[in-house]
Nanobody, 119 residues
Framework: QVQLVESGGGLAQPGGSLRLTCVGS????????MAWYRQVPGEQRELVAA???????NYHDSVKGRFTVSRDNAKNSLYLQMDSLMPEDTAVYYC?????????????WGQGTQVTVSL
């Protein structure tokens, strides 16, 4: 089982920046496909950015060119650099780790960190 802990959320002004960090408890971090999701109350959780074990990262259209996802497997860490923030980026952001196993994909989630973009 993987435990994920997010940090770095908070209040930012429109046009500002925040950097989210997710640290995993596993020593096999590199085998997990990693992603950031976000959720607004009353709405479904949506994928913001994903960075697989191999291959390019991909982004939700609304954050392309503004957010950058990266990972440091040696530090068991996932990052989300958020620039040019907009009020519509306000949400709880969740770290996700996914592992493909013989019975299908297994997902692990962090507890979430609140990001609020407002004047």
């Amino acid at each position: 089982q993987v435990q994920l802990v997010e940090s770095g959320g908070g209040l930012a002004q429109p046009g500002g920046s925040l950097r989210l960090t997710c640290v995993g408890s596993t020593g096999s971090f590199s085998i997990y496909d990693m992603a950031w999701y976000r959720q607004v109350p009353g709405e479904q959780r949506e994928l913001v950015a994903a960075i697989p074990t191999a291959g390019p990262a991909n982004y939700h259209d609304s954050v392309k060119g503004r957010f950058t996802v990266s990972r440091d497997n040696a530090k068991n860490s996932l990052y989300l650099q958020m620039d040019s923030l907009m009020p519509e980026d306000t949400a709880v952001y969740y770290c996700n780790a996914q592992l493909l196993g013989p019975t299908g994909p297994r997902d692990y989630w962090g507890q979430g960190t609140q990001v609020t973009v407002s004047l």
